[in-house]
């Protein structure tokens, strides 16, 4: 079965504090990874995603195979990134996302 | 910048009723899904949707369940005969292509409360 983990639930640091949001997924073929991220009242937007091995607004992930991690990092949390934040593989068949439970942070100032 | 569009943001019914949401997915794009989020649970796939025709359906989409892309433009959600247990954040996403690479886009949520 395909599934993704996300421990933390809520995570509240300091601004300026190092963040880690961390998932781990089930592995079943080859998914491609996401992170998708939901400020307050807005809609789900896709934050970065593995193959693009992008860095945006900070963020970057590794993706870990031996793990089958792919955890959210940030050296310098900001307030303004508080927000909910999904890990979401894409598996291909099908075309479908899998979302994890998600993990609320809160930047405090 | 093109986004997802979703009607109704809100809607109340009550059990046994059919409900149809509505989307109107970025133009160009060519595929289509269904995801739902019953309040305090994870975002959860229904259906994919590409050339008119359910690529994949979770268990959840079951006989109730339908979608269709009666035009050029909108992408519905149709429940026969709601039960309880549907209430939740329905929200429609589009992608360009079906691929790896390809990103979903979401649109707002439609917040649907069967009683």
């Known amino acids: 079965a395909q599934r993704v983990t996300q421990p933390e639930k809520l995570l509240s640091v300091f601004k300026g504090a190092p963040v880690e949001l961390k998932c781990n997924y089930s592995?079943?073929?080859?998914?491609?990874l996401f992170w998708y991220v939901q400020y307050s009242r807005q809609r789900l937007q896709l934050l970065l995603r593995?193959?693009s091995r992008e860095s945006i607004k900070g963020f970057t992930a590794d993706l870990n195979k031996g793990e089958t991690s792919f955890h959210l990092k940030k050296p310098f949390a900001q307030e303004e990134d508080s927000a909910m934040y999904y890990c979401?593989?894409?598996?291909?068949?099908?075309?479908?996302?899998?979302f994890g439970q998600g993990t609320e942070l809160s930047v405090k100032p | 910048e093109p986004e997802v569009t979703q009607t109704p943001s809100h809607q109340v019914t009550q059990m046994g009723q059919e409900v149809i949401l509505r989307c109107v997915p970025i133009?160009?794009?060519?595929?289509f899904y269904w995801y739902r989020q019953i309040l305090g649970q994870k975002v959860e796939f229904l259906v994919s949707?590409?050339?008119?025709?359910?690529?994949?359906k979770s268990e959840i989409f079951d006989d109730q369940f339908s979608v269709e892309r009666p035009d050029g433009s909108n992408f519905t959600l149709k429940i026969r005969s709601t039960k309880l247990e549907d209430s939740a954040m329905y929200f429609c996403?589009?992608?360009?292509?079906?691929?790896?690479?390809?990103?979903?886009?979401f649109g707002p949520g439609t917040r649907l409360l069967v009683l």
């Open positions: 996403a589009s992608s360009l292509e079906g691929g790896l690479k390809e990103t979903q886009y």
């Open positions: 133009s160009n794009h060519l595929y």
């Open positions: 592995y079943s073929g080859s998914p491609e």
């Open positions: 593995h193959i």
């Open positions: 949707f590409y050339n008119n025709e359910i690529s994949e």
């Open positions: 979401a593989p894409f598996y291909n068949q099908g075309g479908k996302l899998i």
